[in-house]
């Protein structure tokens, strides 16, 4: 018997849009969620913009108890995580507590509370140092406070892969769900936008230094100059299909047809890069072909050689501007592990409503990249199956295809 994996509740929090439909609004309508950053004083550094959640107040989320035992990031997939099991209308005596697992992704843990915490000690002492220091940085933290806070005893896992990592988690969450888990808790966040954790996003060399907001995060433009880092993520319910239904689930939003993940082979190797192979191995996956698939949510890594490299992959798959393609995180910046869940999302709303987001910015698209990238308007389309790719540095490729269900 073949186990569907199907959405049955849906969570974003992103710089341009606090909530699902918030979020859909915003980038529907062009709304740009990168902004110079105001998290402490960048005048000194070479970059200054980041994509930045300025309407969250962590104590209208969660309690106040929590509040000195956890990152902002922690902060974000707690809310999410609600928000995504109110939308399916989950709580904690819908099914058996080891029915009801948590699989989430985070590739930077907790930056900014440990950052404090190291101010404290270097000015201070050691005995200032909060306690929870010990788990509040750990990249399992999202994954504990959300099976504790929901009481979710089933698998639980975190998985660290830079940008596919949110990608992987929920593939990962659908080979626990086929081996018997009803639910699981999905999704990636991440933010690191503290003088240290921007540092370490600076150093890798691929942050766009371009001031003006509208300009420094260009996927797929001849003008491409490097991404943008943001901070947020998207949380995703997924259930076994009979299970969703004879529980009664308010809605089914999609179902995750495909997964594959790649590595790219060693440079100087001469062999090709593996997101195409990704892509065809998730479609194979979903038992579909080029086809079949309406749109491609891309990577967009917004620098030459990473835009170049997708567009190679998505032209060999699917033929010369041989399907649309989107990247709405052009205006909320690179989200690390929380990007691929946020397109995960925002694929899931376009089948919804038949409607692809546009490439915020982008205008000048070089032709021999020969792909056809949704850009200025929206563009309404009848949307039944999607493709979602996410690469993290030194060659992580992971591909997902959502479809209606």
Same mark, same amino acid.
């Given at each position: ?276 192979? &990704?892509?065809?191995? +998730?479609? %194979? @996956? #979903?038992?579909? =072909? ?5 749109? !491609?949510?891309?990577? /967009?890594?917004?620098?030459? &050689?990473?835009?170049? +490299?997708? %567009? @190679? #992959?998505?032209? =060999? ?5 041989? !399907?649309?393609?989107? /990247? ?78």
């Amino acid at each position: 018997m073949t186990v569907r994996t199907v959405v049955t509740g849906v969570a974003v929090a992103a710089p341009n849009g606090l909530g699902t439909e918030d979020y859909w609004k915003a980038v529907l309508a062009g709304q740009n969620g990168i902004s110079e950053l105001v998290r402490f004083d960048a005048t000194g550094y070479p970059s200054r913009l980041a994509g930045q959640i300025l309407d969250f107040e962590a104590k209208d989320h969660i309690p106040s108890r929590l509040l000195p035992q956890t990152d902002v990031s922690t902060r974000y997939a707690i809310a999410a995580a609600a928000w995504a099991l109110e939308d399916a209308a989950v709580g904690p005596d819908t099914l058996p507590d080891y029915d009801m697992g948590v699989s989430l992704s985070t590739a930077q843990g907790g930056f900014e509370f440990t950052h404090q915490e190291f101010q404290k000690l270097w000015s201070k002492g050691p005995e200032y140092v909060s306690v929870y220091e010990s788990f509040a940085w750990f990249y399992a933290v999202n994954t504990g406070q959300v099976s504790i806070r929901n009481a979710m005893r089933g698998p639980g896992i975190a998985l660290v892969g830079e940008q596919a990592g949110g990608l992987d988690v929920v593939g990962h969450a659908r080979r626990v769900i086929r081996r018997g888990t009803r639910l699981v808790v999905s999704g990636g966040v991440d933010s690191a936008l503290d003088p240290w954790g921007y540092t370490s996003q600076l150093s890798g060399g691929l942050v766009s230094t371009v001031d003006d907001p509208a300009r420094a995060y260009l996927p797929f433009d001849r003008a491409a100059s490097g991404h943008v880092p943001g901070e947020g993520g998207a949380v995703l319910v997924l259930e076994e299909a009979g299970s969703a239904r004879d529980r009664g689930a308010p809605k089914v939003w999609g179902e995750i047809a495909g997964y594959a993940a790649t590595f790219d082979p060693r440079p100087g190797s001469g062999l090709p890069p593996g997101l195409r192979r &990704a892509a065809e191995l +998730a479609l %194979a @996956d #979903a038992g579909l =072909e080029p086809g079949d698939i309406d749109v !491609v949510f891309a990577d /967009a890594a917004g620098s030459t &050689a990473g835009d170049r +490299a997708e %567009a @190679d #992959a998505i032209r =060999e798959v699917f033929g010369p501007r041989g !399907v649309a393609v989107t /990247a709405p995180k052009a205006s909320i910046g690179r989200l690390c592990a929380g990007g691929g869940p946020v397109d995960l999302a925002t694929a899931l709303l376009s089948i919804r409503d038949g409607v692809v987001p546009a490439t915020a910015h982008t205008s000048d698209v070089p032709e021999e990249y020969g792909i056809d990238l949704v850009t200025g308007e929206p563009r309404t389309l009848a949307v039944r199956a999607a493709l979602v790719l996410g690469r993290g540095r030194w060659g992580f490729n992971s591909a997902v295809v959502v479809t209606a269900g």
